[in-house]
C-alpha cells in the first residue's frame, strides 16, 4: 500500500484573523461545546484559548515540516496565494511558507481560491510559478469546492493534477476534463469535530478499518489530509493521532509517496 500524506495550510497565525473573519470566535465557541460534552478537560480548555495569544500559534509549520523529514515522509503542502474563505496570510508570508517547504525538499501545489473563473484560477497559477520556481505542480481547491467545468479549467491553466475531491468509495487516480485527479480518502475535520462524538479510540479504529478495506481491494494508494493547524499541543488527540497513523503505517511496511511520483507510475 502506497500513503499519500497531505497538508493544507489554512492558518499561518492567529493575528491574521483579527477583524477579518470569524475564525477565532469560531474555535472559542468549539473549545467551549468540547467542555462542555466532556471531550476535553478544562486545563486543555484554558490551554488552548491561551493558545490565541502566543506569537506563533496555529503555524506549526516548523515542526510539522522537522517531523515529517525525521520520519521520510514524502509530504506534500498546499499553500494559498490568495485570500480566501477563512484564509487570510499574507503573499509575504506564503513566499516564505513555499520557500521554506521547498528548502526541506517537499513537494509543494496550490491550496487554490478561484474555481469558476478563468482568469483568477490562471492568476493563482502564475503567482505560484513565479514564486516556486516549479514547472508542474498540482491543486487542490481550499473547502473542496468544485463545479462541472472546474476541472477543465484548472487543466487549461497548466496544473499537472487536482486532489480536490473526497471519495468515500475508494476511488482512485483516474483523469477529468484533461487533467490528473486524485482523489483523497482521510480528512481530519470530517472526524475530529466537536459535534461528532468520535473518541481517539474509533478514529483510529475507523482509519484501521479503511486501511484494510483498500487493501482487500487492491487499491494502489490511500491518501489523507492533516491540516499542520492541528500539529500543535492545543489539538493535543489530532497530533496524537498523526503520529500514531504515521507509526502505524510505518510498522506495517506502507510505502510513503508523493503525488508526481503516484502520476508518473500511472502513466
Known amino acids: 500500500m502506497k500513503i499519500i500524506i497531505s497538508h493544507d495550510i489554512d492558518h499561518l497565525s492567529v493575528r491574521e484573523h483579527l477583524f ?17 460534552k466532556r471531550k476535553i478537560p478544562y486545563k486543555l480548555m484554558i490551554k488552548k484559548i491561551i493558545s490565541l495569544f502566543k506569537k506563533n500559534g496555529w503555524n506549526n509549520i516548523n515542526e510539522l515540516l522537522e517531523y515529517d523529514k525525521k520520519n521520510e515522509i514524502r509530504s506534500t503542502f498546499f499553500v494559498a496565494v490568495r485570500n480566501g474563505r477563512r484564509i487570510n496570510y499574507s503573499i509575504e508570508n506564503a513566499v516564505k511558507t513555499i520557500k521554506m517547504i521547498m528548502n526541506y525538499g517537499f513537494e509543494v501545489g496550490v491550496h487554490g481560491i478561484a474555481y469558476k473563473n478563468y482568469n483568477d484560477i490562471k492568476e493563482e497559477y502564475d503567482i505560484f510559478k513565479k514564486i516556486s520556481e516549479l514547472e508542474s505542480f498540482g491543486i487542490r481547491i481550499h473547502y473542496l469546492k468544485n463545479k462541472e467545468n472546474t476541472f477543465k479549467l484548472l487543466s487549461d491553466a497548466g496544473y499537472l493534477f487536482d486532489s480536490t475531491i473526497y471519495s468515500d468509495k475508494s476511488e482512485q487516480i483516474y483523469t477529468i476534463s484533461g487533467i490528473r485527479e486524485v482523489p483523497f480518502h482521510f480528512m481530519d475535520t470530517l472526524y475530529f469535530d466537536p459535534l461528532k462524538n468520535f473518541s481517539l479510540f474509533d478514529i483510529k479504529k475507523r482509519t484501521i478499518d479503511l486501511l484494510k478495506r483498500f487493501i482487500d481491494q487492491k487499491k494502489d494508494y490511500f491518501c489523507i489530509i492533516f491540516h499542520q493547524r492541528y500539529f500543535g499541543n492545543d489539538f493535543p488527540e489530532q497530533k496524537e493521532w498523526y503520529k500514531w497513523f504515521i507509526e502505524y503505517c510505518k510498522k506495517m511496511n506502507y510505502e510513503f509517496i508523493d503525488f508526481k511520483t503516484l502520476i508518473k507510475k500511472c502513466l
Open 20 to 36: 477579518k473573519d470569524i475564525v477565532i470566535e469560531k474555535y472559542i465557541l468549539w473549545t467551549l461545546i468540547e467542555f462542555i
